[in-house]
């Protein structure tokens, strides 16, 4: 809880919530409560800091959250899910208990297979083909960067199954390698299992209603129609970390509608922001006066 005091002699009470960067904790390496409570001062110093003149007056509450944390990567073999098979956009490299899963999609991208296209068969050849120097099998998504350095050519995309949908694990910084190639991580409880997506758009096929093959962004997997208006998208896609768009439900008007509701984390202020409202509002250009549109929202005609 901050407080100040304000000139009339009143006092102002605003909550301020503020949470810190997860640790990862083994039998090697213990909590840092140092590092916690730097951090935590860092950010109150920086919250009041900024011309407010508010004070810390107490903590009203202090969690600290404690986690399993099971890292990703793929192992034993997991058939595909009828769902995903049905499509037909997916290579599932059979019978490689090696743990090496990653390895075989990958070679199954680079080197395609006219028939029986998930036996290992084919890609075995391909085996010392890439440099995994240092790289430990089953290859967990966070070293995927190591191997996308290691081998200069290559950039790699992850994706999961999500609730009826799907989940960016990794996307790629590198665009413009010769070959890029897309990975599903398929899970069965403890199990993990990297198939290669040979054809995004089957994959993503339901989230559009467009009747045929269509370009899909790695940074969000939306599908469009032509790889002209896929260029147009990229660059405004990138300025966001990878997501995946979940659309509101249009029947849930509490869900599908952008109203302020949080009125518990506003405070009193002795002005009033205008944004540039002509965007929503094509009557109103650059040279609409602020009384204009003040007389406008209420109703009064201008
Ligand atoms: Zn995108």
Same mark, same amino acid.
């Given at each position: 809880m901050f407080v100040r005091e304000l000139d009339n002699g009143d006092v102002m009470r605003v909550l301020g919530y503020f949470s810190t960067v997860p640790q990862d904790i083994n039998s090697a390496q213990s909590i840092s409560l140092d590092d916690v409570a730097r951090e935590l001062l860092t950010l109150i110093d920086n919250w009041s800091s900024r011309g407010s003149g508010f004070v810390v007056e107490r903590i009203m509450r @202090? &969690?600290?959250? /404690? &986690?399993? @944390?099971? +890292?990703?990567?793929?192992?034993? @073999? /997991? +058939?595909?899910p009828k769902h995903i098979a049905n499509k037909m956009c997916t290579v599932n490299v059979k019978k490689n208990n090696d743990n090496k899963c990653f390895l075989w999609s990958v070679l199954a991208c680079l080197h395609p297979a006219t028939h029986h296209v998930d036996n290992i068969y084919h890609y075995r050849p391909y085996e010392h083909t890439l440099n995994l120097d240092g790289l430990s099998f089953p290859l967990a998504v966070k070293d995927i960067p190591k191997f996308e350095r290691q081998n200069p050519t290559v950039s790699i995309n992850v994706l999961s199954l999500d609730v009826g949908d799907f989940c960016i694990e990794y996307c790629s910084p590198e665009r413009q390698r010769p070959h890029h190639v897309n990975l599903l991580l398929l899970s069965e409880e403890e199990k993990r299992h990297y198939v290669w997506i040979k054809n995004m758009s089957r994959l993503v096929d339901d989230r559009t209603h467009h009747d045929g093959k269509t370009f899909v962004c790695n940074g969000c997997l939306q599908p469009v129609s032509s790889k002209h208006v896929l260029d147009c998208h990229i660059p405004n896609c990138l300025r966001n970390p990878p997501q995946a768009v979940k659309y509101p439900n249009p029947e849930d008007e509490t869900e599908c509608t952008v109203k302020f509701r949080a009125h518990k984390n506003s405070s009193v202020s002795r002005f009033i922001w205008f944004a540039t409202l002509n965007r929503f509002s094509p009557q109103w250009t650059a040279t609409t006066t602020t009384a204009t549109m003040m007389r406008t929202l209420a109703g009064t005609p201008a």
């Open positions: @202090f &969690t600290t959250c /404690i &986690t399993k @944390f099971r +890292p990703l990567h793929g192992s034993s @073999f /997991i +058939p595909t």
